[in-house]
C-alpha cells in the first residue's frame, strides 16, 4: 500500500539550507572577525557562564517545552536545535550590521552571540504557536524573518526612544506571540476534530519530557532576566525578583490547577506552562522593584493569568478566531508578557512622578510606544509572513497529518512507503 503521508521536502529543503549556509560562510568571510581587544578574564568568563545558561535554555528548555504532542516528539526537540543554530548566525550578522553599518566589519565578540542566542529566543517562542502545521522549509524562511524584524525592533527601540538593551529584549515574549498567533492563524486549517484530539493527545513520557524543559527554563530564567544588565547591584535584584516572582507563579499555578478540577486533581497541561509566567512578567521591571512582596505579587498575578488562559483561550482562539495555537503561548508568554510590559509602565511612571520631572508625560508615552510596537511589529510582520507561508510553494503537509513525525522522519520499523 502507498504512503499516506506526502514525499519528503528533500527536493528543497536541502538546497536551500545549503545554499543558506554558504551564503552565511562568504558573509562572515568578508564581512566579520573576532574581538582581538584584551578583556578581563573575569568578566569574560561571566560573559560566558550567562550565554552557557541562555543557551541550555534555549536548546533544552523551548526543545523539551514544546514534546508534549505524542505524535511529534522528534520533531520539536530536533527543528528547535535547527532553528536555533540558524537563527543565532543570522541575528549576529543582522544586529552586527545595524549596529557598526554595511561598511565596516562586524566585530564579534563573547557578548555578540550571547545576545544573538537571545534574540533568537523569538523563534523558539513563536514556534510554539505554529509547531506542527509548518515543515522544516517553512519554519526555515518564518525563523529568517522574525529574527530581522525582532534585531530591527529592537534597534528602533534604543536609537530612536532610548530603551536600554534590557527592556527591549524583554519585549521579547510579546513580539514573539503575536508573531507565531498571527502565522499559525494564516496557515490554520479546519482539520478533521477528531484526528486533532487524537494527536493532541498527551502520554505519561512526553508529558514528563514537557515537565523537563519546564524545569529547564524554571532554573535558568533569572540568568536570562539579567543577562543584559551591566550594573552588578541591577544585576542582583534582577536574578532576587525573577527568582520570587517563579517561586509564586509555581505554587499559584499548582493551586488554581486542583481548584479549577471537579474533583480537585491537577492538569499537567497548566503546570508545564504557568509555573514560568512570573520569570516572563517580571522580566522588564525585574531590575528596578526595590521589594520582594512586589515581584511575589506580580508572580501570583502571572500564574492566575495563565492558568485562566490555559482554561479559557484555548476553546476562544479555536472556535471563534480560528487560532489554532499549539502550545499555549499566548498564556505562557504573550499575556504575562503584556501584564509586565503594563507594570513596568507604571512603575517608570511612579518613579518620574515621585522625583517631580517634568517630563513625566513624555517618558509615560515613550515607555507606552515600546510596548505598543513590539506588540504591533509583532501582529504585522506575522501576518505578512504567515501570507508568504501558506502558499503551494512550500510543499506544506496536508492537513490530515498535521502534528505527526512521520511527515517529516524515517521510521525504520514501519514498511516501507510510510
Not at 517545552?65 to 536555533?84: D, K
Not at 503551494?392 to 512521520?406: L, S
Request: aromatic fraction near 12%; charge should be positive; charged fraction near 10%.
Amino acid at each position: 500500500m502507498g504512503s499516506k503521508y506526502p514525499p519528503s521536502v528533500r527536493g528543497c529543503l536541502p538546497l536551500w539550507t545549503i545554499a543558506l549556509e554558504l551564503a552565511f560562510l562568504v558573509i562572515f568571510f568578508f564581512f566579520t572577525s573576532y574581538d582581538t581587544s584584551s578583556q578581563d578574564p573575569k568578566e569574560l568568563m561571566g560573559i560566558y557562564r550567562v550565554l552557557q545558561d541562555v543557551t541550555i535554555m534555549a536548546a533544552l528548555g523551548f526543545g523539551f517545552l514544546n514534546s508534549s504532542l505524542r505524535r511529534y516528539g522528534w520533531s520539536s526537540v530536533a527543528f528547535n536545535l535547527f532553528l536555533l543554530a540558524l537563527g543565532v548566525q543570522w541575528a549576529v550578522l543582522v544586529d552586527g550590521f545595524l549596529e557598526w553599518s554595511f561598511y565596516k566589519k562586524v566585530i564579534i565578540k563573547l557578548s555578540s552571540i550571547k545576545l544573538a542566542t537571545m534574540s533568537a529566543m523569538s523563534v523558539l517562542i513563536s514556534v510554539g504557536a505554529v509547531l506542527g502545521k509548518a515543515n522544516l522549509l517553512q519554519l526555515t524562511v518564518m525563523a529568517l524573518v522574525e529574527v530581522t524584524a525582532f534585531v530591527t525592533v529592537r534597534m528602533v527601540d534604543r536609537k530612536y526612544l532610548g530603551t536600554d538593551n534590557h527592556t527591549s529584549m524583554m519585549y521579547i515574549h510579546v513580539f514573539a506571540t503575536y508573531f507565531g498567533l498571527m502565522v499559525t492563524w494564516c496557515l490554520s486549517r479546519s482539520p478533521p476534530v477528531a484526528a486533532l484530539v487524537e494527536k493532541h493527545q498527551t502520554t505519561k513520557n512526553s508529558s514528563l519530557f514537557t515537565m523537563l524543559g519546564t524545569l529547564f527554563l524554571w532554573i535558568f530564567w533569572p540568568s536570562f532576566n539579567s543577562a543584559l544588565l551591566d550594573i552588578p547591584n541591577e544585576r542582583k535584584t534582577a536574578v532576587f525578583n525573577t527568582y520570587y516572582a517563579l517561586a509564586v507563579s509555581a505554587v499559584t499555578a499548582i493551586s488554581v490547577s486542583a481548584l479549577s478540577h471537579p474533583r480537585g486533581k491537577i492538569n499537567m497541561t497548566h503546570i508545564h506552562n504557568a509555573v514560568l509566567a512570573g520569570g516572563v512578567a517580571v522580566g522588564a521591571s525585574c531590575h528596578v522593584i526595590a521589594t520582594p512582596w512586589l515581584a511575589m505579587v506580580l508572580g501570583f498575578m502571572a500564574g492566575l493569568i495563565s492558568i485562566g488562559g490555559a482554561l479559557c483561550l484555548r476553546a476562544y482562539f479555536n472556535r471563534v478566531l480560528g487560532i489554532h495555537d499549539t502550545c499555549g503561548v499566548h498564556y505562557t508568554f504573550g499575556l504575562p508578557g503584556l501584564l509586565g510590559g503594563i507594570v513596568y509602565i507604571l512603575l517608570m511612571f511612579y518613579e518620574v512622578t515621585w522625583t517631580k520631572n517634568s517630563m513625566v508625560f513624555f517618558q509615560l508615552l515613550i515607555d507606552t510606544g515600546v510596548l505598543s510596537l513590539a506588540m504591533a511589529s509583532g501582529l504585522i510582520a506575522g501576518i505578512l509572513t504567515g501570507l508568504v507561508l501558506s502558499l503551494k510553494i512550500w510543499k506544506a503537509a496536508h492537513v490530515t497529518k498535521y502534528f505527526d513525525d512521520q511527515a517529516s522522519w524515517e521510521f525504520p520499523h514501519l514498511a516501507v512507503g510510510f
